[in-house]
């Protein structure tokens, strides 16, 4: 008989995964058609997972280290905790000012679509949101992991529902899987650091490690945690750019020359859908995405980098800083993914990788690989965009 995985580990892997990067991801891989999007998509969970092996084996070396700064420390080498702790601190708070930030813009489009609701500017959006967040992640440990299944659960059957009405949509003969354009060098620097952290769940790890310490159970539930997220990713995107590539060339073509705003991309479906509620479902799906990861992320850069107990004060002074950065945050969603990309390939690959070498030396040596080409590859594609300075404004 097949063994169930924890639930609350594979819901909190997955919820991390599907979060802002949901909307964003198949307007990233639209300039490079179907087939080469679905690949990237399936070889980025797969190094998630290579990820995640090389954590595990990490941790249940090191009883009672389970966050990568202790790991660093437990291996003695000072260099690589600093780091670590400047990965968790960096990505985190790059990740929940991305959050904050898109989480109020998308509550503020969803109270005006359900409500009509109009009476918030975007600081004070912003101001509930936070509020919303604080009081989530101040509660027991226990009943966050209930509300994040709950929200989970919702999510997924939101998605459901919307890749229901996209596929009936989408003619199977006339699915967009080879562009033009994708032999060109944007195409790919946008479209690689953007797919790799929307499966960058690695600083959720030590949460995962600390609701399930039994090695075969987390390997098995971040492993349903990736196949969930893989299967959405995939319908989502097929769906996406197969009813616009059949029914709105135009504008598909728009998009993948860079010239299509969210915004826009979501008006466009909701034309092609027809349901009267549809652009409230996207909204409210994207929201529950956003939120879910929101929450991962969250629990990671309050505990990320030791203890398990912390009070109201010490979760405000920590959080607040995100506020305030949140209210003066001015730049795409897009170009923050590909920048968040580069951080998360130091810490979720090359820290891991570095201490894993310094202790086993002849082990998984072909996964080694795997994870320090990919890593290469984020980097590469991040300098490109940086020196070409060609990252869209979405």
């Known amino acids: 008989m097949m063994k169930l995985p924890h639930w609350g580990v594979t819901f909190l892997i997955a919820g991390t995964c599907i979060g802002g990067a949901v909307i964003a ?228 073509n728009n998009m993948a020359a860079g010239k299509a705003p969210i915004g826009q991309t979501i008006q466009h479906l909701s034309g092609l859908v027809g349901w009267p509620f549809f652009a409230f479902l996207v909204w409210g799906v994207s929201f529950l995405a956003i939120f879910t990861s929101n929450i991962g992320i969250g629990l990671a850069f309050i505990y990320g980098t030791g203890g398990q107990k912390k009070n109201f004060k010490q979760i405000c002074f920590q959080l607040l800083p995100i506020y305030g950065a949140s209210l003066f945050f001015k730049s795409s969603i897009l170009s923050i993914l590909t920048f968040a990309g580069m951080i998360s390939a130091i810490g979720a690959i090359v820290i891991p990788c570095l201490l894993f070498q310094k202790r086993f030396p002849q082990r998984w040596r072909g996964w080694l690989v795997l994870l320090w080409g990919c890593a290469l590859l984020v980097f590469a594609s991040e300098l490109v965009s940086i020196f070409t300075n060609e990252l869209l404004s979405i």
């Not at 929307?198 to 039994?214: I, N």
């Open 25 to 252: 991801l198949p307007i990233t891989l639209s300039p490079l058609g179907l087939l080469w999007g679905w690949g990237m998509m399936i070889f980025m969970a797969l190094i998630g997972y290579g990820t995640a092996k090389i954590g595990i084996a990490l941790q249940q070396d090191a009883p009672g280290s389970t966050n990568l700064p202790t790991l660093a420390r437990q291996y003695g080498s000072f260099k690589l905790q600093i780091l670590s702790h400047l990965y968790i601190k960096g990505l985190s708070t790059t990740l929940l000012v991305l959050y904050t930030t898109a989480g109020a813009e998308v509550l503020n489009r969803l109270l005006q679509h359900f409500l009509a609701w109009t009476l918030l500017s975007d600081s004070q959006m912003i101001s509930l949101y936070f509020l919303i967040t604080l009081a989530i992640l101040n509660a027991p440990f226990k009943k966050v992991d209930l509300m994040n299944r709950v929200l989970f659960t919702m999510m997924i059957l939101g998605f459901l529902l919307l890749i229901a009405a996209l596929l009936s949509q989408i003619s199977f003969t006339t699915l967009p899987l080879m562009n033009n354009n994708f032999c060109g060098v944007k195409s790919w620097s946008l479209a690689i650091p953007t797919a790799f952290t929307s499966f960058g769940f690695q600083l959720a790890l030590h949460t995962a490690a600390f609701l399930c310490p039994q090695e075969a159970a987390l390997k098995r539930s971040i492993l349903w945690g990736l196949v969930i997220s893989t299967a959405v990713y995939l319908l989502w995107t097929t769906g996406v750019l197969g009813a616009l590539f059949g029914h709105a060339p135009d504008f598909y």
